[in-house]
C-alpha cells in the first residue's frame, strides 16, 4: 500500500528513535501526507516497520485529530473551541458553518468536499473566535463571514 519512498522515511525515522515508539506520529503523519489518510492497511503496515502491535499504531491514530483515519473532505475547516473563541461567539460560528454544510462538526459533506472539526485550540487567542480552512487561519469570524469563507472554496 506505501509507496517503497514512505517505507524508506519510516524505517529511517525508526533508525532516529531509540524507542519505536517515539517515531510513530511522524510515520503517521508521512503516511497521510502520500495517501491524503491513514486506512486500516497502512496502519498495519506501519505497525510491521516500527515493529509495534496495530492496535498501538490505531490508538495514536485515532488519537490525534490531525490524523485522519476516514477518508477527509477535498477541505478541511477546523473550529477552534477553547475558552476565548467560545467567549468571542464561536458557537454560533459553528452552528452557522454546521447549518450551511448541513453536517454535524466531526463528519464530512456527502459529496466530499468539506470535513468539519471542532478542534480544542489553534493557538489564535488574539483573532477569537478563529476557525483553520486547509492551512489558512481566518480571525476574527463571524457567523456570516465563515459562511462566506465556505462558500468561496471549489
Do not use: K
Amino acid at each position: 500500500m506505501l509507496s517503497e519512498r514512505v517505507r524508506q522515511d519510516i524505517e529511517a525515522l525508526r533508525a532516529r528513535y531509540p524507542v519505536a515508539q517515539s517515531a510513530l506520529i511522524p510515520a503517521l503523519l508521512r503516511v497521510q501526507e502520500e495517501l491524503g489518510w491513514v486506512p486500516p492497511e497502512a496502519m498495519a503496515e506501519v505497525g510491521r516497520l516500527l515493529g509495534l502491535p496495530v492496535e498501538v499504531v490505531a490508538e495514536v491514530a485515532s488519537f490525534y485529530t490531525l490524523i485522519f483515519t476516514e477518508l477527509p473532505g477535498r477541505h478541511v475547516v477546523q473550529l477552534c473551541t477553547n475558552l476565548s473563541c467560545m467567549l468571542s461567539g464561536a458557537e454560533a460560528v459553528r452552528e452557522w458553518v454546521e447549518r450551511e454544510l448541513g453536517i454535524r462538526a466531526g463528519q464530512t459533506t456527502p459529496d466530499g468536499r468539506v470535513t468539519l472539526l471542532a478542534v480544542e485550540c489553534l493557538a489564535a487567542c488574539d483573532q477569537a473566535p478563529c476557525m483553520l480552512v486547509d492551512e489558512q487561519r481566518h480571525g476574527p469570524v463571524s457567523p456570516d463571514s465563515a459562511v462566506q469563507l465556505l462558500r468561496e472554496l471549489d
